[in-house]
């Protein structure tokens, strides 16, 4: 009897934690944060590529979402993703220098983007190694903190404000 | 952005990783919300109900694996609307009954074989499904049918004709019955 009762109100419990940590449907994930990892990806890929970065890094995130048990930085999460895409991306491309001033590809944010990118800067983002590249969009893209870029980069906090830093002394001497 | 979100819904549904995808509907009460898997048409939320609540539901139940892929149910919409209209007497849709078992399982599709025009007593139905006496079970049923109009739940009365419940408050189910031709 005892034993019923315990086993049925484990089951309770199951039931419970069960619906209280239930994953949001998916679709909520795209709302808030599709247009985050559009405008990282922007930076990191370039406005042509990003496209593809896009739908590969939301498929990933798809396919592994079922079984995703920490839900408390889903915006963390996907920008991890699209960075490793961004990152996969630039291997398949090897190392074969990347077309600087293609003629229409003007780094211009659509104005639902809500952030407003200055051209000339990004182009020269566009050419700066993967990681500085990747934290200086997350930063100024996405407005993240550095512990944040250093959670999407995979890498400490110190390495990301490395990154950045390096990132930036770079830019600046470019469009000196 | 909308393009893009609709080539991710549409490249999820080719590599089956759309388990559950959604769209909204308009109808003479409101929008709808209708949800399909790879079997069929899953649930229609109605108007009464929050389509938030509903969204979390089937993530929670089916797969959280929800995407809005309005294309994805360009037919149950089509079929709906010439409902509306009065142009459709009976819907051709895959249906999944994923979110009712048992006896409850067995009085939804009983109530979807009722035919467009004809209603039947709560009581019709528990022994249609398979046990008479249970009509107080085949009344919940009823109220929790998860894909109503598709299986149509107002078309079941109460015994002396009284309208009973409905879960998009009885406005709706009278109208539905005006517009078979059960009610004027």
């Known amino acids: 009897m005892q034993v019923a009762s315990r086993v049925s109100r484990l089951g309770l419990w199951q039931r419970l934690i069960q619906q209280v940590s239930a994953l949001p449907p998916f679709q909520i994930l795209l709302d808030d944060h599709a247009s ?9 890929v370039g ?12 498929l990933a995130a798809l396919r592994a979402y079922p079984k995703l048990r920490d839900t408390s930085n889903l915006r963390g999460w996907l920008l991890t993703i699209a960075h490793r895409k961004a990152i996969d991306h630039h291997r ?10 293609e003629p229409e590809a003007r780094i211009a ?8 990118l200055d051209s000339g800067i990004w182009s020269a983002v566009g050419v700066l190694p993967p990681k500085q590249r990747a934290a200086v969009a997350l930063r100024y893209a996405c407005d993240l903190p550095h512990a944040e870029i250093a959670a999407a980069l995979g890498c400490s906090p110190e390495a990301a404000r490395r990154s950045l830093h390096e990132g930036i002394k770079r830019l600046r001497k470019e469009l000196a | 952005m909308k393009s893009e979100l609709q080539r991710l819904a549409d490249r999820a549904a080719a590599e089956a990783l759309l ?22 048409l899953v649930k229609v939320s109605l108007p009464a109900y929050d389509p938030d609540q509903a969204l979390q539901e089937l993530a929670a139940q089916v797969s959280p694996r929800v995407l809005e892929a309005p294309s994805q149910l360009d037919e149950a919409r089509r079929q709906l609307d010439l409902y509306f209209e009065g142009k459709l007497t009976e819907f051709d849709l895959p249906l999944d009954w994923r979110l009712t078992q048992g006896f409850r399982g067995k009085v939804q599709r009983a109530i979807a074989r009722i035919p467009y025009g004809q209603t039947r007593s709560y009581m019709q139905i528990a022994a249609s499904a398979g046990n008479k006496r249970a009509v107080r079970a085949a009344g919940t049923a009823c109220g929790s049918n998860p894909i109503p109009i598709v299986v149509p739940c107002h078309r079941v009365l109460r015994s002396g004709g009284a309208l009973g419940g409905y879960g998009g408050g009885l406005p709706m189910k009278e109208a539905l019955l005006e517009l078979e031709g059960v009610l004027r």
């Open chain 1, 36 to 44: 985050d990892v559009m405008a990282v990806l922007r930076g990191a």
């Open chain 1, 47 to 58: 406005r042509s590529e990003a496209e593809d970065c896009f739908q590969e890094t939301f």
């Open chain 1, 92 to 101: 398949a491309k090897g190392r074969r220098p990347l077309p600087v001033a």
């Open chain 1, 109 to 116: 944010v659509e104005p639902n983007d809500g952030i407003a």
């Open chain 2, 19 to 40: 388990d559950v995808a959604y769209a909204t509907a308009d109808s003479p009460f409101g929008k709808l919300l209708l949800a399909q898997t790879p079997r069929g």
